[in-house]
T-cell receptor, first 112, second 113 residues
Framework: NAGVTQTPKFQVLKTGQSMTLQCAQD?????MYWYRQDPGMGLRLIYYSASEGTTDKGEVPNGYNVSRLNKREFSLRLESAAPSQTSVYFC???????????FGQGTRLTVV | GENVEQHPSTLSVQEGDSAVIKCTYS??????FPWYKQELGKRPQLIIDIRSNVGEKKDQRIAVTLNKTAKHFSLHITETQPEDSAVYFCAASADDSNYQLIWGAGTKLIIKP
């Protein structure tokens, strides 16, 4: 089992460009998440999907959109990238919202 | 909304000694408190968690204690080893916020040989 797989691992964007981060899990988990991690700030929740067919905003949703494509896949889209979105992005999944979360390997995004 | 504060930001201990990391939370409705370990360049991984109906939980050299009255919880690592060097994150969630996890800022634990 691969667990949680996210692509790409690294990305450089110019300000104003758009991109989609892909995430897939093979653990039959109900809940999926997108976090960003900035130095000295821990992880901040961008969006989450408690179950297939639902998505909700987290702490820092501005500038992002998400799609829960099916139970396995949860994508994050940046419509118009800004330098403030330079960060490491982690996708995660869990059986339920308040159970152990399993993380992908992360995407290091730089916006110039 | 929930706020989680974590202290210290950096902790340096001699190999074999104990390490304690503390977190405080603001939402009295919080009822799930996990701890994650993140090694350099790696993904966070759960090491232990506790729910509000339990005061203490142990797993080998790792233990977590919860004081609901004071709204704080702590991670205790005994007999520290070089492989314990990492950043540790606490988090808290409550059912009145749809169980969103709110994370502390992290503690960098350095084990000195």
């Amino acid at each position: 089992n691969a667990g949680v797989t996210q692509t790409p691992k690294f990305q450089v964007l110019k300000t104003g460009q758009s991109m989609t981060l892909q995430c897939a899990q093979d653990m039959n988990h109900n809940s999926m998440y997108w976090y960003r991690q900035d130095p000295g700030m821990g992880l901040r929740l961008i969006y989450y999907s408690a179950s297939e067919g639902t998505t909700d905003k987290g702490e820092v949703p501005n500038g992002y959109n998400v799609s829960r494509l099916n139970k396995r896949e949860f994508s994050l889209r940046l419509e118009s990238a800004a330098p403030s979105q330079t960060s490491v992005y982690f996708c995660a999944s869990s059986e339920l919202m308040n159970t152990e979360a399993f993380f992908g390997q992360g995407t290091r995004l730089t916006v110039v | 909304g929930e706020n989680v504060e974590q202290h210290p930001s950096t902790l340096s201990v001699q190999e074999g000694d104990s390490a304690v990391i503390k977190c405080t939370y603001s939402d009295s409705a919080s009822n799930y408190f996990p701890w994650y370990k993140q090694e350099l360049g790696k993904r966070p991984q759960l090491i232990i968690d506790i729910r509000s109906n339990v005061g203490e939980k142990k797993d080998q050299r790792i233990a977590v204690t919860l004081n609901k009255t004071a709204k704080h919880f702590s991670l205790h690592i005994t007999e520290t080893q070089p492989e314990d060097s990492a950043v540790y994150f606490c988090a808290a969630s409550a059912d009145d916020s749809n169980y969103q996890l709110i994370w502390g800022a992290g503690t960098k634990l350095i084990i000195k040989p």
